[in-house]
């Protein structure tokens, strides 16, 4: 079963949104721009992390995956067909499906605030 979202606090402005499966303790985290809270928050909770969706490649959103495929080196990294972000494991376009335990969510693509997301 899915968990509501957990906003991990990010920055001082900021959230990380992460999805809990706690049937699996697996965790879907998005835009993760600082890797220290999400590692904290998820040791904490014995959740593993397997999938980081990458909205777009601005370091606010992308400066913790580094760490975070270190720390948790099977976790998949999902962005934009058209990311400029070497860290992607799949890449999607607009109506693209990535499974997360029971959900499917669905891309959709968005050129409003960044200039390739």
Known sequence: MIKPIIAIPAFNDNYIWTFIDEKNKH???????????????????????????????????????KSLVQRWNTASVIGSKKSPC??????????????????????????KHGAIN
């Open 27 to 65: 965790a879907f985290i998005i835009d993760p721009g600082d890797a220290d809270p999400v590692i904290a928050t998820l040791e904490k909770l014995e959740i593993d992390l397997i999938s980081i969706l990458l909205t777009h490649h601005h370091q606010d959103h992308s400066g913790g995956i």
């Open 86 to 111: 070497n860290l992607l494991t799949q890449r999607v376009q607009e109506g693209d499906k990535v499974k997360f335990g029971s959900s499917i969510p669905f891309a959709i693509e968005n050129a």
